[in-house]
């Protein structure tokens, strides 16, 4: 999804990256594993998984000032369905204001 948007140009910069959560750390190896976004171990002390109050599967679209605007629950809303994917990638392009 990282490319596609790129490409689309959005006048405010997009960056998609992952924040594993304190204690999840067994499956690190195989998840990095051929992808390219970035990749953050949470740990106990940094804690921003449990401060931000965020649970296993969620994306969270963040504005230009890094507030909270929507968060979707990928384990209902998967984005491995096309319809799921584009309107994901949609949201994301009309917060960057290139719809």
Known sequence: ????IDA???????RIAVINAPGAEAGNASIVMGRTLPYCQDSST???TTSWGAAVRQ????????R???VVDLTQFSLDQPANFAAVKAR???LAGAM
Do not use: K
């Open 92 to 94: 994301i392009l009309r």
């Open 68 to 70: 909270q605007v929507e």
């Open 46 to 48: 940094a804690n921003v």
């Open 59 to 66: 994306l969270w679209l963040l504005d230009g000032q890094n």
């Open 1 to 4: 999804m990282q490319r596609e």
């Open 8 to 14: 689309a140009r959005p006048p405010t910069a997009v």
